[in-house]
């Protein structure tokens, strides 16, 4: 075999294994394909506190009034939060997430952005705010700066439940 022969089979033996590696990514993979720093996921994984809130995009209208919510996250107006302590919770959640995280991050943002969840971790003194769009599959994040990506269609029944289990309100669609 000549040299330039060898050569040629190490590069596609290294491309090939770069490919496999990207299209079934890890979740700690995952994270750091779609965007988001090293820093970000080791504080979403490793919380020492983990909220989970409950927004409602929009001030409601009622009685031909707009009815705004006294707390507010990122600009959204709070419904209820709840803290999640067990760890296995805590990944189902972040698993359920993760999921909807692409490979890629794509570079296009969502013509709408009406967040109905949140979370916000808190790791060695640092919080980390993902604010989620389920309806049109947007994620805004809020470490050292603020970014946004764009998830795959996803599923936020473990959200939703967590919430009603611990009594917290859901925003209405």
């Known amino acids: 075999m000549k040299y330039w022969q060898k050569i040629l089979m190490m590069m596609t033996v290294v491309v090939i294994s770069a490919w496999i590696i990207l ?16 820093e970000t996921s080791r504080a979403l994984k490793q919380a020492d506190r983990f909220l989970l809130f409950s927004l409602q995009p929009y001030p409601k209208l009622e009685s031909g009034k707009f009815v705004y919510l006294p707390e507010k996250f990122h600009g959204y107006g709070v419904l209820g939060k709840t803290e999640i302590t067990d760890k296995d919770e805590r990944k189902r959640l972040l698993d359920q997430l993760f999921d909807c995280i692409p490979n890629r991050r794509p570079l296009s943002f969502a013509e709408c952005f009406n967040p109905r969840h949140a979370i916000r971790v808190t790791h060695n003194g640092e919080t980390v705010d993902l604010v989620i769009c389920f309806e049109c599959d947007g994620l805004k994040i809020f470490d050292s700066k603020e970014s946004f990506l764009n998830l795959k269609s996803v599923n936020h029944s473990e959200f939703n439940r967590v919430l009603k289990a611990a009594g917290v309100k859901l925003a209405e669609y």
């Open 23 to 38: 299209e079934q990514p890890s979740n700690s993979l995952r994270l750091a394909y779609a965007g988001l720093p090293l």
